[in-house]
């Protein structure tokens, strides 16, 4: 590529900041932020706000909060279930 194209390669795929919207939040020091916003939501690094989440919803091991599975719906039903069963069994036990 000659350094002419390259140029004007460059000039085309280059970001252009002075298009960008001034972020314009409130700072600690009470004037307003003088960074280049982005173009998502008009704010700067700093001041784009709080995280909405995660985009797509997990559940299970892939859960962001997922320990052991031992609160799970499904253990907490098997518990549940041996519990029932070998209920009559202590109750046996414990009169002889
Ligand atoms: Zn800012």
């Known amino acids: ?14 970001f252009d ?9 409130r700072t600690r020091s ?4 003088k960074h280049k916003g982005n173009v998502r939501n008009g704010r700067c690094k700093r001041h784009g706000g709080a ?6 919803q997990t559940f299970g ?3 962001h909060r997922y320990v ?3 609160r799970s719906k499904k253990v907490i039903a098997m518990r549940k279930l041996l519990a029932d069963l ?6 046996q036990n414990q009169k002889v």
């Not at 900041?17 to 939040?25: K, R």
């Not at 009470?30 to 932020?33: A, N, S, V």
């Not at 995280?51 to 797509?56: D, L, V």
């Not at 070998?86 to 109750?91: G, K």
């Open 1 to 14: 590529m000659l350094k002419k194209d390259y140029k004007a390669h460059v000039a085309i795929n280059q």
């Open 17 to 25: 900041l002075n298009t960008l919207p001034i972020c314009g939040a």
């Open 30 to 33: 009470g004037g307003l932020c």
């Open 51 to 56: 995280s909405t989440g995660p985009i797509n």
């Open 61 to 63: 091991k892939n859960h």
């Open 68 to 70: 052991n599975g031992l």
């Open 86 to 91: 070998t209920r009559p069994l202590m109750d």
